[in-house]
Nanobody, 117 residues
């Protein structure tokens, strides 16, 4: 089995920075895509950022220029560096790993990020 463990969430003031980490443990191979999602109360879960095995990145329009996703393949870890945080960024953030051979789609447990005014 595979487990994804997140860390780095918490309370931060507007304009502040936060760095999220998500590390996978267990029998996992061929991680192609890593991603961060978030879900605010009463809203649908949305894709925040993704990164491919070749380190190609994609960001939601709402976080472009403020968030940066990166990965460390040797550590099976994905990071999300968040800066210039806004109250609208408040949400539960989830990590996701996708791969193949065989195909899989694993999720983290979620971590709360709160940006207070």
């Amino acid at each position: 089995q595979v487990q994804l463990v997140e860390s780095g969430g918490g309370l931060v003031q507007p304009g502040g920075s936060l760095r999220l980490s998500c590390v996978a443990s267990g029998n996992i191979f061929n991680i192609y895509n890593m991603a961060w999602y978030r879900q605010a109360p009463g809203k649908q879960r949305e894709l925040v950022a993704s990164i491919t095995k070749g380190s190609s990145t994609n960001y939601a329009d709402s976080v472009k220029g403020r968030f940066a996703i990166s990965r460390d393949n040797a550590k099976n870890t994905v990071y999300l560096q968040m800066s210039s945080l806004k109250p609208e960024d408040t949400a539960v953030y989830y990590c996701n790993f996708q791969g193949s051979t065989p195909p899989y789609d694993h999720w983290g447990q979620g971590t709360q990020v709160t940006v207070s005014s």
